[in-house]
């Protein structure tokens, strides 16, 4: 009888072995180098524009910042702005990709019309809502000529903030909902159809079905989805910008109107930062509350 003995494993070299375990970072330093030449060395700018000056440390931007009352406004429309838009943006998406999972006829022409916003800038997308909302625009020549109002609506005056908030949420919801389709249409691809296909067979509901099978399965997508919209929502400057001006301040604007029209960087550099800290505090906030979740099940 022959006895077979397994094979002496092969050692690799150590000098190999440090080649080996190097070769992650190889991959991820140009990205690194990226990241740090886009992101950090104008981070690290910022931070020293806006904490020194000519005699050193100094909290003088800060104050100015905080006394300059436009920015407590700003922050307050942004923050509606957010609240407002997201959900509906995130429930709008999440109907329409279903809407396509459900293959209706003319698919393509609904995705495509659906996804018409991607290609049409901030700025370009103010423009055509200031077309309609403004004293003169479509919207109040309809009014006009059904009857319903005889001189039109001051949707954009300044002494109308409700209007000017609406406006601004209409042409925000056009302008962002298709990014948040793409990516649920997406992740909604991705969701085994066995899955509803068995809850049909226990006679689940469309509404039990979407509930407690295909947004869980949807998760890591609306997650995506959240943090993103939310962080672009804190930089939406230019819709605002065409249709109302200063009238409805945004966080991001007034970075815009402290560097450029007020030409002081220090301040423009601190409204930033409190952009870049509200940002970052949103998806800490995002992915913690998601994880806590996922652990209590």
């Known amino acids: 009888m022959t006895v077979t003995t397994a094979p002496a494993p092969v050692e690799i070299p150590v000098a190999k072995r440090r080649r080996l375990s190097g070769s992650p970072w190889l991959l991820l330093a140009p990205s690194i180098v990226f990241m740090l030449a886009l992101f950090g060395w104008p981070v690290i700018q910022a931070l020293i524009s806006a904490f020194t000056d ?10 100015r910042l905080f006394g300059d009352p436009y920015f407590l406004r700003a922050l307050r429309n942004t923050v509606l702005l957010i609240v407002i838009v997201v959900p509906v943006q995130l429930v709008l998406a999440v109907a329409m990709a279903l809407l396509v999972q459900a293959r209706p006829k003319f698919l393509s022409g609904h995705f495509y019309l659906w996804t018409i916003p991607l290609a049409v800038s901030e700025l370009a997308a103010g423009l055509v809502w200031l077309s309609v909302f403004d004293s003169r625009g479509y919207l109040n020549s309809l009014l006009v000529s059904w009857g319903i109002s005889d001189t039109g609506v001051q949707w954009l005056n300044y002494t109308n903030t409700g209007t000017m908030l609406l406006a601004v949420v209409i042409a925000e919801i056009w302008r962002a909902t298709s990014l948040v389709f793409v ?5 909604i691809q991705m969701v085994p159809k066995d899955f509803d296909e068995a809850a049909q067979l226990f006679g689940a509901s ?3 079905r979407l509930w407690h099978v295909t947004l869980p399965q949807l998760k890591p997508s609306l997650q995506v989805a959240l943090i993103l919209r939310t962080i672009l ?8 910008q065409a249709l109302t001006g200063r009238d409805f301040p945004l ?5 815009y109107q402290w560097y450029v029209n007020l030409q002081n960087p220090a301040v423009a550099s601190a409204a930033a930062l409190v952009v870049l800290a509200l ?19």
Not at 54 to 63: I, K, M
Not at 183 to 187: C, E, K, L
Not at 279 to 297: D, G, H, I, N, V
């Open 279 to 297: 940002s970052l505090a949103t998806a800490l906030f995002y992915l913690r509350t998601m994880r806590q979740q996922e652990a209590a099940k």
């Open 233 to 240: 929502a804190l930089q939406a400057f230019a819709v605002a």
């Open 183 to 187: 990516i649920v249409v997406a992740g």
């Open 251 to 255: 966080l991001v604007g007034e970075t």
């Open 54 to 63: 000519d005699s050193g440390f100094t909290l003088a931007a800060w104050e």
């Open 206 to 208: 469309a509404w039990q």
